[in-house]
């Protein structure tokens, strides 16, 4: 029954995933701006960044109007009923901020709220429905981004997600053939059928109502979102938080066994972080620290490598796949150890990004053979995160980079609209450790740092990245996929860094992936030769190939030229447009 709940989970998991994301045998170039480019999945969203950009707006103004955009184009993803993070970096006072609006848990939060009378975890209660829900943090994130460095007003920035919204927008083939996918989730287990029981608002707004199949061409229409949209316009995020629509979400949960209340939603805050630096190879990282893992865990990552010559190395040989996917595991491995949710906890991040912990960890990597995964940490696995989330980077003509990572958690994330909304609501709160004490081999974690408590942050894998050389801004980068981002975003730095690819290059090339737990290196399909595979093997590699790992919308900025290049990953339907 486990094993079949898993395979279902995956199931849900990759089946979003390869609808959204697939490779495209395109080798398409990087494009070009002097005033600003704009990269996202999604090219209703990066054209109305660029014309934010066009009417005067900044990055900052261009990337709230792609996070609201994408909300309508893109909603496995895009959202304003999740969370997420953006970093920003201005080139004139070289000040970076990072914006946590992260969900947090609600007040009714326990830690055991996921398991059964017997202690079993309930997977899919964490997964689907009402309880998976996370008080959301978007458009708290979005308003406080606006109110300190945006330039135009606020109406104006919502205003094209809001005419997406009501007088639809075309559905292009990859989008139809995902949202007819939707229909098979309800061909699955009994548990699942329960909790999508609840989702008939979410069924209801993705399906036609003859039950027909949505066509290529087709204009989809959200006009409950949209009135949503408006009052957001219209009060702010106070029409989100203590109005109209959290009377809305507070009923709906109510009346189906949520927890998130009134009081929840008028309590939440979008903070201003200051965001974790690292140095690697004379190039600065700026990311995203707690709650998110990601920002520590790149830069632990890069400085364990720094101490190894990647770039004599061939980028897809065994000697630099087996250093790279080492150093995964062990950076990994401190991400399941320490991190969470920082107001509840001490977390050695400090500790983790200084160049001595990384010195360490490269003194227990062995060049001839694999460690296993078990021995180096024994007492702790990990259970697999949803691979849902978008990232998209924004330059303007004035050099104000924002990247941004947000994310409903899984795919649609919960399936529950709270009825009269048109908002799909998260499911992060699959985020947490979900067993408090309890570790097994079979993928449950129960350490401290990330166990469930009311009002707290689930630890995120989100790692919007921004990087600068000599004080100025080289390159923004970040990307979807769970907790393989932090990995893709490393994939993606060191092929700029010590590979030296161009950005569309980088973007496209070929990733991997070691999460520690599973002791599993993963490998895009036909990226790598077959006899590096069988001497990573002989090493004691075990792996796997996936299909597709990750979609880093990426912008390089070349320094001698001023020249912005914006390399949508050819992974996706993506879009990149500059002017
Ligand atoms: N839900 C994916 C993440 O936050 O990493």
């Not at 009923?81 to 969900?103: C, L, N, Q």
Request: include cysteine; charge should be negative; proline fraction near 3%.
């Amino acid at each position: 029954m486990a094993l079949k709940r898993r395979i279902f989970g995956l199931f849900i998991i990759i089946f979003l995933l390869v609808q959204w994301v697939c490779f495209t045998s395109d080798e398409e170039k990087a494009v070009q701006g002097k005033n600003g480019v704009v990269v996202s999945v999604d090219q209703y969203a990066s054209q109305i960044g660029i014309d934010i950009l066009k009417k005067g707006g900044n990055a900052v103004d261009a990337a709230v109007a792609v996070g609201f955009a994408l909300a309508v184009t893109y909603p496995a993803a895009g959202n304003i009923g999740g969370g997420g993070f953006m970093i920003i970096r201005f080139p004139d006072t070289r000040e970076s901020v990072a914006i946590d609006f992260r969900e947090m848990a609600p007040a009714g939060a326990t830690p055991n709220m996921y398991l059964d009378e017997k202690g079993k975890y309930e997977r899919t209660k964490s997964y689907l429905g009402h309880l998976a829900v996370g008080v959301p943090g978007t458009v708290k994130g979005f308003e406080l981004a606006m109110q300190k460095y945006g330039k135009l007003p606020w109406e104006d920035v919502i205003a094209p997600a809001i005419e997406l919204a009501e007088n639809g927008f075309v559905l292009n083939k990859r989008r139809a053939k995902a949202l007819n996918d939707l229909k098979q989730l309800k061909k699955i287990p009994k548990d699942f059928e329960v909790a999508l029981s609840k989702s008939k608002e979410f069924f209801r707004i993705f399906s036609k109502p003859d039950g027909s199949e949505f066509a290529e061409e087709d204009v989809f229409v959200q006009k409950d979102l949209a009135e949503s949209l408006k009052l957001i316009a219209d009060q702010g995020s106070e029409a989100f938080y203590e109005g109209k629509i959290a009377e809305l979400i507070a009923r709906d949960m109510e009346k189906h066994g949520g927890l998130i209340t009134n009081d929840d939603l008028a309590r939440y805050e979008a903070f201003m972080r200051e965001p974790v630096k690292g140095n690697y190879r004379g190039y600065e990282i700026i990311s995203m620290p707690l709650p998110s893992s990601g920002g520590t865990i790149l830069i632990e990552m890069l400085n364990v490598l720094e101490g190894f010559e990647l770039g004599k190395m061939e980028r897809y040989g065994q000697e630099a796949l087996h250093v790279i996917s080492e150093t995964m595991k062990f950076a990994y491995l401190d991400r399941a150890k320490y991190m969470g949710d920082e107001l509840f906890d001490d977390i050695p991040v400090k500790r983790l990004i200084s160049k001595e912990h990384a010195q360490s960890i490269r003194e227990n990597i062995d060049l001839n053979r694999t460690i296993p995964s078990a021995e180096i940490g024994k007492d702790i696995l990990t259970i697999e995160e949803a691979e849902e989330t978008t990232h998209y980077s924004i330059i303007d003509k004035d050099g104000i980079a924002v990247a941004t990572t947000y994310t409903l958690n899984g795919g649609f994330g919960s399936f529950v609209i709270a009825e009269g909304t048109g908002i799909i609501l998260n499911n992060e709160m699959a985020d947490f450790n979900m067993k408090p004490g309890y570790t097994d081999d079979k993928g449950l974690i129960g350490t401290e740092p990330n166990l469930i408590a009311p009002y707290k942050r689930m630890l995120s894998s989100m790692t919007p990245t921004i990087i600068v050389k000599n004080g100025k801004i080289v390159m923004i980068t970040g990307s979807p996929g769970g907790r393989t981002i932090i990995n893709t975003v490393l994939n993606v730095i060191i092929n700029v860094i010590d590979f030296n690819m161009n950005i569309q290059e980088a973007v496209n090339g070929y990733r991997i992936n070691h999460e520690w737990m599973p002791d599993i290196l993963r490998v895009e399909k036909e990226g790598i030769l077959e006899e590096v595979i069988d001497s990573l093997k002989s090493m004691g590699h075990k792996i796997k190939t996936t299909r597709s790992q990750g979609d880093a919308h990426s912008i390089f900025i070349d320094l001698k030229t001023g020249i912005y290049y914006g390399a949508a990953d050819k992974r996706s339907s993506g879009s990149a447009i500059g002017y």
